[in-house]
């Protein structure tokens, strides 16, 4: 039996902490630097990585605080039976990259092979494809600090307090909230968009959720938070830009509207709910067999 | 198998500290190097270096990678035993467990090495445009070959050292890396078929970024070439431990 209260307190401590230990960084660059400067130009690479490190710090000092330990960190890589979920990790941005190239071509291009928006020759299209397979796992150094937290602690924590589905929904919303300093900036979405900024907050959420579904499955599956931070840094690593190969007949200078962005997380929201499902099949069937085992 | 972690990683500390904190010596390298010379700043010390001495930095990177290499290799010393090699065998997690344990510690200290040296990059890059308002190139793609090459060099010599013990196989593999260096050397010496007039001029294009699509894949190729040798290596070993262990020493 889990004490309620203790978890309650908990979550909401690592939270605190997590958004304390992010936003205000986040918020001092921003206003010291520039988003432009400190985020996206690379000039301060430096702090772009360590401030992502804000969940994992709380994980660490929630643990510290309230005297938890170290059970279940999820830090071990578990490789053993478990290589098919890495290589899941690593394909998966791929194949919703390749998803979301189908839904561009099939809504503003034409499908023509001779106007594919990728040129060259295979030789470096298939270099660059195995390039992002063997750097992206690297870079999972970066998105570990997210992982850390979200992943090995908050979905933890509330998934006995609000149920799968509700730790899909609510810690989805959690997570894309916290981008929000970055997202009042720009980030992901532009600032040219009606509803600026709370639509694309609404947006992210909503990416979040789906794709936290699918990396809490491979937490789940694994019981390591390795995999998830692979497939994370895959995702923000070019891994679903290979989808880019599938682009037929776009214009190249055409802008993406925050609708057009929408539709193009449709293959993250059918993965997500297929995922979702897959989840809730596991819970019943472990279920199942609590009940098989203890009569 | 999480003994024998928690014992490589009791075993190896100080490997792993150094794993983690020799890359960011390269931040402090344009200072000490040209502190020297230019004495008026630190902008005009990195716009120095950053124009002059590249190739200095990434001759440091390189030296800092053989040693920690080096290093990497060496995490079975003391453990090439006859004592030890019965008791693992004997242990419940048998030789491919110990093996494999071993296998996943040295990819383990390689990645460090890969992420430190990508931090120390990051902060390099970060230090030196706010010192010197100038674009810092990038090392994370140099840092990502020599990943690999660091992995395909560890999957080379493990099976020596496990077959031979680390002494014996040390000095194969310098007997190995001598041969090597014969071989080039006759190369350039004959140079059939132009192969050196050939690299050269291969050399020459990757350098002004004028590279083929084929030499392009075989790049990207390498990576996957290495962590199959490295697994094929872990294979290799397991059938030659037990062999190795009768030639230990007590």
Known sequence: MI?????????????????????????????????????????????????????????????????????????????????????????????????????ITCRYGEWDMSKMLMSGSWQSNLAWILNILVIAPLMAFNTFGEEFGWRAYMNQKMEPLLGTVGTCVIGGIIWGVW????????????????????????????????????????????????????MHAMNNNGGPEIGNLLIMGVPENMEMTIWDQLYMGIPQIILGVIFLILMLHDKNKEKVRKIETEN | MNGLLYKEFKQNRVGLLVTMLVPFLVVLLPIV???????????????????????????????????VGDMQGKTLLGDDTKKWGIFVASSPSGVQGYLYTKYVFIFGM?????????IADFLYSTVGYQVTKQEIGSGSAV??????????????ELPFFIRFGIKRGSTIKIIMGLLLVIVFVLLVI?????????????????????????????????????????????????????????????
């Open chain 2, 33 to 67: 190097l040209t502190l020297g010379d230019v004495e008026e700043s630190l902008t005009a010390a990195f716009v120095s270096f950053e124009n002059n001495a590249a190739i200095l930095k990434l001759l440091f990177i390189l030296v800092t990678y053989l040693l």
């Open chain 1, 179 to 230: 981008h929000a300093p970055l997202t009042v900036c720009g980030h992901n979405y532009g600032i040219d968009y009606p509803g600026f900024p709370y639509l694309g907050i609404l947006l992210m959420s909503v990416v979040c959720i789906f794709d936290g579904i699918i990396l809490m499955w491979l937490t789940k599956k694994t019981g390591s938070i390795y995999p998830a931070a692979i």
């Open chain 2, 190 to 250: 004959v140079n059939p078929f132009d192969i050196i007039t050939n690299i050269v001029g291969a050399i020459d294009s990757l350098r002004g970024g004028d590279v083929s699509d084929t030499v392009t894949l075989l790049i990207a190729i390498f990576p996957f070439l290495a962590l199959g040798t490295y697994y094929l290596s872990y294979r290799i070993s397991c059938k030659w431990y037990m062999k190795g262990v009768e030639q230990y020493d007590q």
């Open chain 1, 3 to 103: 004490n309620k209260k203790l978890e309650q307190k908990r979550l909401g401590i690592f939270l605190s902490l997590t958004f304390a230990l992010t936003w205000i960084p986040w918020i001092i660059f921003n206003k010291a630097f520039g988003y432009e400067e400190w985020f996206e130009s690379g000039h301060l690479s430096i702090l772009t990585a360590l401030s992502s490190y804000g969940p994992a710090l709380a994980n660490i000092l929630t643990r510290w605080i309230t005297r938890e330990g170290w059970k279940d960190s999820m830090l071990h890589l578990r490789l053993k039976g478990n290589l098919k979920y890495y290589v899941i990790a690593l394909m998966m941005p791929i194949m919703y990259g390749l998803l979301i190239g189908i839904l």
């Open chain 2, 110 to 118: 390689c990645g460090l090495m890969c992420v430190a040296s990508t």
């Open chain 2, 143 to 156: 840092f990502v070959l020599l990943f690999y090459a660091q992995l395909l060099l560890r999957a080379l």
